[in-house]
């Protein structure tokens, strides 16, 4: 069966410094990837998608970037956060289009 | 652009007494209608997923059903541990799906 992993489950960030948050999916080949963000009241955000290795779609411009240098490997970086930046991010893998995403159990980022 | 809806934004309920969720939406072509339940610090674990007016799924307790305008999750005789926040999405392309801000579901003992 399919598993996804994500890491670490919490994070606490001063304003200025890097990110990396990771996630990999186990027991299937070639999967499209997200990443969302979800903060109170607003509810999940597209940030970035993957159809496949190095290919990468940005729904929202930001401070945020995405890259996938394998294929089941999927990463979300910062070079400076933002206060702005804090909130619930959660990875998501689908076998293709018409089929349900299905999401790992998130980072919970503070950024002080 | 694809737009969801969701009402209530909270409901609270009595155990057993039965009750129905709405997820309104807006595509250009609807690819698939998909239900989530979340719990609190977790991510959103996938229900069901509806592709045409008239099409029905069932989970226990759960029921979802469609239509060319909205879909609605029916709880029947829910119980305390039903109680998470309900997302309803839709897309399904390769672009993701775009997402309700969902109902907060309360069952009381």
């Known amino acids: 069966s399919q598993t996804i992993h994500q890491w670490p489950a919490t994070l606490v960030q001063p304003v200025g410094s890097p990110l990396s948050l990771e996630c990999t999916v186990e027991?299937?080949?070639?999967?499209?990837l997200y990443w969302y963000r979800q903060a109170a009241g607003r509810g999940l955000q597209l940030l970035f998608y993957?159809?496949?290795?190095?290919?990468i779609s940005s729904e929202v411009p930001q401070n945020l970037s995405a890259s996938r240098p394998q294929d089941r490997q999927f990463i979300l970086s910062s070079k400076k956060l933002l206060l702005s930046d804090s909130g619930f991010y959660l990875c998501?893998?689908?076998?293709?289009?018409?089929?349900?995403?299905?999401f790992g159990n998130g980072t919970r980022l503070t950024v002080t | 652009e694809d737009q969801v809806t969701q009402s209530p934004e909270a409901l609270r309920l009595q155990e057993g007494e039965s009750s129905s969720l709405n997820c309104s939406y807006t595509?250009?072509?609807?690819?698939?209608l998909f239900w989530y339940r979340q719990d609190p610090g977790k991510g959103p674990e996938f229900l069901f997923t509806?592709?045409?007016a008239g099409e029905e799924k069932e989970k226990e307790r759960l029921k979802a059903t469609l239509t060319k305008k909205e879909s609605f999750l029916h709880i029947t005789a829910p119980k305390p541990e039903d109680s998470a926040t309900y997302l309803c999405?839709?897309?399904?392309?390769?672009?993701?799906?775009?997402f309700g801000k969902g109902t907060h579901l309360i069952i009381q003992p």
């Open positions: 998501a893998w689908s076998e293709g289009q018409g089929t349900p995403l299905h």
């Open positions: 993957s159809v496949g290795i190095g290919q």
């Open positions: 509806l592709y045409s």
């Open positions: 999405a839709v897309g399904g392309g390769a672009d993701g799906l775009t």
């Open positions: 027991g299937t080949s070639n999967p499209n």
């Open positions: 595509v250009s072509g609807l690819r698939g």
